[in-house]
């Protein structure tokens, strides 16, 4: 038997007509009646009276429906219980982490959980926050490691996912050096339109750019901007501010050694910087041990 005939059986249950079914299943009529027949013809039962209009379904048809149903359930489910089951006895620690995070702050951080904990074999997937969350909505990592802010609700808050704070970053608007140390671009006031902005901006699918537009887009909007370049990743703007192409918001903890040899320089007051929170998401579910233990030695190192 073909998975796919339970779901061609309930369409045309639901429906009781095969043309609609057949639309519903994206196939032709003909080829859907075979399908129909092909799963009777393997129960050794009819399952629809065709004597009718619309048709019915037999008495045998009325006991498969529930059957059917609960396979398809129990099929749905498979994954998440062979997840489990794997999950149960792993010691691999399966992180996903926004792109600056994971070699800006991830490296130092859990170098400072050794002495709790023995942090063992790691997984980590270094990506947009959007792919971040993806995964760990999908249960293919346990831990995602992302910036923040607390009135910019992400998917995963969002969802209920528990999550602790580890730190802070500031996102702050910077600009390269002319030869006197000043920036070659700047932002000199809320109400400036004396000169074009040229933005080094982030694209729809990054997670601080999420942040920076609704935070700050009611005051970007009153500015004269021209948008110069766009990318995902804080990492791939940087060098474009470096080369002097414009102004770019990126994190503090990204460029931190770029501001002290000055190669960038601050380009607005502070009225422009956004304060960023670092989290640690975790997945709803029961980790393994291992990763129980990890989330109960991040638990402990905040509290103290």
Partial sequence: ????????????????????????????????????????????????????????????????????????????????????????????????????????????????????????????????????????????????????????????????????????????PVSSADNQGQPQHRVTSLDSQSCALQLLDYGAESGIGRILHQILGPQLDRLSIQTVFTAHLASVLRPMVLSGRGIAWLPQSLIADDLDAKRLVLAGPEQWQIPLQVRLYRDRSKLSQTAEGFWEAVCASDRN
């Fill in 1 to 172: 038997m073909n998975i796919s005939w339970l779901e061609d059986f309930l369409a045309l249950a639901l429906t009781k007509n095969f043309s609609r079914a057949a639309d519903l299943r994206h196939m032709t009529q003909p080829a859907f009646g075979r399908r129909i027949r092909a799963l009777e013809d393997w129960l050794g039962a009819s399952l629809f009276d065709r004597s009718t209009q619309p048709i019915t379904l037999t008495e045998t048809g009325e006991w498969f429906r529930k059957v059917a149903q609960d396979l398809l359930a129990q099929v749905a489910r498979l994954p998440v219980e062979a997840r489990t089951i794997e999950e149960s006895s792993s010691t691999t620690l399966r992180f996903a982490a926004t792109h600056t995070l994971s070699f800006t702050f991830m490296p130092n951080w859990l170098r400072s959980l050794e002495p709790r904990v023995s942090v063992g074999a790691i997984q980590c997937v270094s990506d947009m926050l959007q792919r971040c969350e993806a995964l760990m909505l999908q249960g293919k990592v346990q831990f995602v490691l992302s910036h923040s802010h607390p009135h910019v609700k992400d998917q995963l808050e969002a969802a209920g996912y528990p999550f602790i704070q580890l730190g802070n970053d500031t996102l702050v």
